[in-house]
C-alpha cells in the first residue's frame, strides 16, 4: 500500500480544510515547497498536491507554487483542483503532473472523463467524496442523489486507472463513522481504491492495508498536525500483511 501524503494549496499556502469547507480553512507556517521536500526526504513515494483555489474557480490558480514542487522532487505527483476541461488536463501533464485526479468534473461530465481516460490512459483518477451515503461534489458544498458505488462503477468502466474515495463522514468525526464504506466500496470494485480523509492515527493504516483492494492512503491534516509521523505510516504500509495485527 502507497501513502500519499497531500499538500493543500491555497493562496500559494499551505493549508488544511477545515470540517471540509473549501472557504474555511486552516493555515500551516510551512511553504509547500519545504513540505514536499521534508516529505521526500522521509520517504514519500508519491505526492498528492490540490489546488484549493482550483476546486472553488476552475484553473489554475496555483499552478506556479504546484509546478515549482513537481520540478523540484524526484517523485512522482498526482495533482487535482479545478480540473474540468481536456485543456486543463494537458497543461497540468504538460507541467510535469504524472497523474490528475477530476472530482466535480467527473460527476457532471461523463464524456469529458471518457476522453480524458482515453487519451492519458492509466494516469487519470476519479475522486469520489461521499456523506452519509450521498456523493458531494463542488467541494462538498453540493450534495448529489448518487451512491459513491454506482458512479464508482461506471468510472470503473470507463477507464479511470483508480478511485480515490473519501470518506467524510470519518474525515468529520461522525460518532458513527467506520471503514464500513470504504470497505464495502473497495470489495465492490475491480480497481484500485486509494482512501482519503480515513488515516487520524497510525493505527487507521494499518486498518485501511488490510481491506481489499486498497492500494493507497491520501494523509494530510494528521501529517501536518504531527498525530502520524509519515516514516512510521510508510513502515506500516510496507509491512507484510501477515505482520501487521488487524486492529
Not at 488544511?16 to 513540505?35: D, K, S, Y
Not at 514536499?36 to 484549493?52: N, P, T
Not at 448529489?144 to 477507464?159: D, H, V, Y
Request: aromatic share 6%; charged share 25%; glycine share 8%.
Amino acid at each position: 500500500m502507497i501513502i500519499y501524503p497531500t499538500i493543500q494549496v491555497k493562496g500559494g499556502k499551505c493549508v488544511n480544510l477545515i470540517r471540509g469547507n473549501v472557504t474555511e480553512v486552516e493555515e500551516f507556517a510551512v511553504a509547500p515547497l519545504a513540505a514536499a521536500r521534508s516529505y521526500v526526504a522521509k520517504g514519500a513515494e508519491w505526492l498528492h498536491l490540490v489546488d484549493i483555489d482550483g476546486i472553488l474557480q476552475g484553473g489554475e490558480h496555483n499552478g506556479e507554487v504546484i509546478t515549482e514542487i513537481m520540478k523540484s522532487v524526484d517523485i512522482p505527483c498526482q495533482v487535482g483542483g479545478g480540473i474540468r476541461t481536456m485543456a486543463a488536463a494537458e497543461w497540468w501533464f504538460k507541467a510535469g503532473a504524472d497523474r490528475i485526479v477530476l472530482g466535480t468534473a467527473a460527476v457532471k461530465d461523463r464524456t469529458f472523463v471518457r476522453e480524458a481516460c482515453s487519451h492519458w490512459p492509466g494516469k487519470v483518477l476519479v475522486s469520489i467524496d461521499a456523506y452519509e451515503g450521498k456523493v458531494v461534489i463542488e467541494g462538498w458544498r453540493e450534495k448529489t442523489m448518487f451512491s459513491p458505488l454506482e458512479l464508482a462503477r461506471e468510472f470503473q468502466n470507463i477507464g479511470a486507472a483508480a478511485i480515490i474515495y473519501t470518506d467524510i463522514d470519518m474525515d468529520i468525526d461522525l460518532p458513527e463513522a467506520s471503514f464500513a464504506h470504504t470497505t464495502q466500496l473497495a470489495k465492490e470494485l475491480e480497481i484500485d481504491v486509494i482512501s482519503s480523509g480515513t488515516v487520524r492515527r497510525l493505527d487507521d493504516v494499518a486498518v485501511l492495508k488490510h481491506l481489499p483492494r486498497i492500494s493507497g492512503a491520501i494523509i494530510g491534516r494528521a501529517l501536518f498536525q504531527n498525530a502520524v509521523s509519515l516514516e512510521d505510516a510508510i513502515a506500516v504500509a510496507k509491512q507484510p500483511v501477515a505482520e501487521t495485527p488487524f486492529i
